[in-house]
């Protein structure tokens, strides 16, 4: 019988520097737009942190990766993500020298994953900005980023260049159009920002990483690179026809950058929108060129829910939880957080970009956020998270359809395989991990680490090759 996930498939997890190295002010790095957001990506900004309105500080990774790598390996890990903290690297984003320290963690980082043999999946930006970036230049606005992230890249890219094979440019870079500080470094509030520098923003985001595709391939051939968006189908609510142009509409503001990213120009269908919209795009010289000739690699993307769509006004009032808009599926539950689960959603997905770039796909991000009880068991503390098994289970399977219909996958990491502080809300109980971190929304716990039972779960499922979930 032909097996569902081909030999070498990159099964592992993923995770973030802000939501879980902690030590945000140690050995030279600086602030990132992440340490003012105590209440999470879209909560209010602070000045600075302080000892009253500190964000949650990850889980300490920055000590304890050789235990985490440990655990990751033991559960049979090929790949793990996570992204390396511009800030660590250049405290303020605009210096000239790199800080040795931090390129030295995140070169003990790289050794030790290869101890056991897993491929590092390496995100350059992943919400973390440099602050000083954000103050002095509004972020990505401002088109002197370009030149900023590509010392940063270039740096990475040529310290690391035997060490790190896969790499991500922006996480969620579609996200900088709803939540524009957290992933644009963009300090002009919402309510202020024009459109036309919003979308001006994007294009430096668009162009930096044609840039850094372009770099990494000079700097090794072999590298892998590739841009992350929020994947995200969207349904009519209805089968009228309006409806469903809403939700070819809403697709095609997520497709503008995967797009851009394997095709290398900007689609028809938003020149439209520019056009009514009085936007007009600064093209430098070069840009058009190089973003036509410096293609990614591959599509990477995050997969959580998927969005329903309604051209009626009156029912156009947010889904709770729906962090880009749409109305609620009255087919499908949701998490505790309001995010409507829908494995199928993920095999269309997978199949809307093949069809769309036959190109090959890695899902980066998937994952429960729940409220996770620690309870004894025969080996020490663990939690029940069957719960968890059960939504892995049933969007893997989907997958596994996916793949039978001939979609080109690399690989699979769940989002926080070790628990981490929420992107959005900053808490820590919002836990995805196969493993639970004691620490509280308050800041308290051992930090100590304990298996759940989707530890072994993941761990058999590996070791199947993902076989053990069609028998
Ligand atoms: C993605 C981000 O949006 O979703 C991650 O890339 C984030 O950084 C993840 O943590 C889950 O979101 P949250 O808000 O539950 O942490």
């Known amino acids: 019988m032909t097996k569902v996930f081909p030999e070498g498939f990159l099964w592992g997890g993923a995770t973030a520097a802000n939501q879980y190295e902690g030590a945000y002010n140690l050995d030279g790095k600086g602030l990132t737009v992440q340490d003012v957001t105590p209440k999470g990506g879209f909560g209010p900004i602070t000045e600075e942190p302080t000892p009253d309105n500190l964000k949650l500080e990850g889980i300490d990774f920055y000590h304890r990766y050789k235990e985490d790598i440990a655990l990751f390996a033991e559960m049979g890990f090929k790949v793990f993500r996570t992204s390396i903290a511009w800030a660590r690297i250049f405290p ?4 000239i020298e790199p800080n040795e320290a931090g390129l030295q963690f995140y070169d003990d980082l790289f050794d030790e994953l290869a101890k056991y043999g897993i491929e590092p999946l390496v995100t350059l930006s992943h919400y973390e900005t440099p602050l000083h970036l954000a103050k002095e230049y509004d972020g990505w606005t401002n088109r002197k980023l370009i030149g900023f992230f590509e010392r940063y890249a270039r740096t990475v890219f040529t310290r690391y ?6 790499w991500l440019t922006f996480n969620e870079i579609n996200s900088v159009l709803h939540a524009p500080f957290m992933s644009g470094g963009i300090l002009t509030p919402p309510e202020k920002l024009s459109k036309q520098d919003l979308y001006q923003a994007v294009h430096h985001e668009l162009v930096a990483s044609a840039l850094a595709t372009k770099i990494g391939h000079e700097i090794n051939p072999d590298f892998k690179i590739g841009c992350m968006v929020i994947a995200m189908p969207a349904y009519p609510l209805t089968p009228n026809p309006v409806d469903v142009l809403e939700a070819r509409q809403f697709e095609n503001q997520n497709y503008l950058f995967s797009d851009i990213h394997v095709r290398g120009k900007y689609p028809n269908y938003i020149q439209r929108f520019f056009k009514e919209e009085g936007i007009e795009i600064d093209f430098a010289e070069g840009d058009k060129e190089l973003m036509a000739e410096n293609p990614v690699d591959f599509i990477s993307f995050s997969y959580y ?8 006004p009156e029912k156009q009032a947010r889904a709770k939880g729906n962090i880009l808009g ?25 199949n809307a970009f093949y069809d769309r770039y036959q190109i090959p796909l890695f899902i980066v991000e998937n994952g429960l956020g729940a409220k996770d009880v620690l309870v004894d068991g025969p080996d020490g503390p663990t939690v029940e998270d069957d719960y968890r098994i059960d939504y892995l289970e049933k969007h893997l399977k989907q997958v596994g359809e996916a793949m039978k219909d001939g979609v080109e996958l690399w690989g699979y990491t769940t989002w926080g395989c070790i628990d981490l502080v929420s992107a959005s809300t900053a808490e820590m109980s919002k836990r995805y991990g196969f493993i639970y971190v004691d620490r509280n929304d308050d800041g308290s716990g051992t930090l100590a680490r304990y298996k759940k039972k989707s530890f072994n779960w993941y761990k ?5 090759n993902g076989e053990n979930l069609f028998s």
């Open 305 to 312: 829910m998927s969005v329903t769509a309604t051209a009626d």
């Open 460 to 464: 058999d499922l590996i070791a199947s």
């Open 161 to 166: 260049k035997d060490k790190v094979k896969y």
């Open 92 to 95: 303020n984003g605009d210096e």
């Open 326 to 350: 749409g109305v609620p599926n009255p087919y499908l539950e949701a998490s505790e957080w309001g995010w409507q689960i829908d494995p199928i959603g993920l095999r269309m997905v997978l």
